[in-house]
């Protein structure tokens, strides 16, 4: 059975950081991209960050360009998001996705068409 576990979401102030991370069993996570997706209270889903199964590549949505970094450990089975200068509008359930690598091709975007879903973590920023 393929988990996928998010942690890290708070409330913080705008300009702080935070760190989520995601925890995935039950699959060979060396073979699967994966991908961080928000939605906030009210808007359809988008796309955070995502990145390839080596993790030398890596995709970010327009709005996080330049805040955000995502990175993987497939040690560990584990991805995460640092998240810099945030900023209200940040705020949103933030999910941690895979999609087996076999049968998806980088193409350089993220997409939210992936096999496994995390439950989400929170993440509230107050201005």
């Known amino acids: 059975q393929v988990e996928v576990v998010e942690s890290g979401g708070d409330s913080v102030q705008a300009g702080e950081s935070l760190s989520l991370s995601c925890t995935v069993s039950?699959?060979?996570?060396?073979?699967?991209?994966m991908g961080w997706f928000r939605q906030a209270p009210g808007k359809e889903r988008e796309a955070v960050a995502c990145?390839?199964?080596?993790?030398?590549?890596?995709a970010y949505g327009h709005s996080v360009k330049g805040r955000f970094t995502i990175s993987r450990d497939n040690a560990e089975s584990t991805v995460s998001l640092q998240m810099n200068s945030l900023v209200p509008e940040d705020t949103g359930m933030y999910y941690c996705?895979?999609?087996?690598?076999?049968?998806?091709?980088?193409?350089?975007?993220?997409?939210?068409?992936?096999?496994?879903w995390g439950k989400g973590t929170l993440v509230t920023i107050s201005s």
């Open positions: 996705a895979a999609v087996n690598d076999r049968t998806r091709m980088w193409t350089g975007t993220c997409s939210d068409d992936m096999d496994y």
């Open positions: 039950g699959l060979n996570f060396g073979d699967y991209q």
């Open positions: 990145i390839t199964w080596s993790g030398r590549l890596t």
